[in-house]
């Protein structure tokens, strides 16, 4: 199977509680490999225009004004098969549908308050990363 990229957020519920590095230790449990990785504030502009695909749900305010509540973790994830690999750790959207042993089923607070972000397409995964990193800021 072949070595991919995907995009990761720590979301502020997480990094609130410091759970910056418990999280990465299950994305790295999970066979995937911290190639960037930073520390943000996400402006409201930035999760407006991140979240725009979802800009007529009725719980987009919510959403940006969680995402905008503290700061985030933002990172890119290399490792076979990175996507799919990075969504069976995270765990299901609403964390009471979450399998046990994934991130959300432990550490999420709410559907809205899930702990972590993940690319879910390749596609995207290569938008997501461009719109918050770099190239040189990537060291795989
Ligand atoms: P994901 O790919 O599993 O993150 O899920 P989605 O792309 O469907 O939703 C993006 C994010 O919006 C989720 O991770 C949640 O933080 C939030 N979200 C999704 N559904 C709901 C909802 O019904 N209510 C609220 N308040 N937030 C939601």
Same mark, same amino acid.
């Given at each position: 199977?072949?070595?991919?990229?995907?995009?990761?957020?720590?979301? =502020?519920?997480?990094?609130?509680?410091?759970?910056?590095?418990?999280? !990465?230790?299950?994305?790295?449990?999970?066979? +995937?490999?911290?190639?960037?990785?930073?520390?943000?504030?996400?402006?409201?502009?930035?999760?407006?225009?991140?979240?725009?695909?979802?800009?007529?749900?009725?719980?987009?305010?919510?959403?940006?004004?969680?995402? !905008?509540?503290?700061?985030?973790?933002?990172?890119? +994830?290399?490792?076979?098969?990175?996507?799919?690999?990075?969504?069976?750790?995270?765990?299901?959207?609403? =964390?009471? %549908?979450?399998?046990?042993?994934?991130?959300?089923?432990?550490?999420?607070?709410?559907?809205?308050?899930?702990?972590?972000?993940?690319? %879910?397409?390749?596609?995207?995964?290569? !938008?997501?990363? %461009?719109?918050?990193?770099?190239?040189?800021?990537?060291?795989?």
């Amino acid at each position: 199977m072949a070595v991919t990229r995907t995009f990761s957020i720590i979301k =502020p519920d997480a990094t609130r509680r410091n759970l910056t590095g418990a999280v !990465t230790k299950m994305l790295e449990d999970a066979g +995937l490999r911290v190639i960037a990785s930073k520390r943000i504030q996400m402006t409201r502009e930035q999760a407006e225009g991140f979240y725009a695909v979802h800009k007529e749900r009725p719980f987009f305010g919510d959403l940006v004004t969680f995402m !905008t509540s503290g700061p985030v973790v933002v990172q890119v +994830l290399e490792g076979e098969d990175a996507v799919a690999r990075n969504r069976k750790v995270m765990g299901a959207t609403n =964390p009471s %549908d979450a399998e046990e042993g994934t991130i959300r089923k432990t550490y999420a607070e709410s559907i809205e308050a899930n702990s972590v972000h993940g690319s %879910d397409s390749e596609e995207n995964a290569a !938008t997501e990363i %461009d719109f918050f990193f770099d190239k040189d800021e990537i060291v795989g």
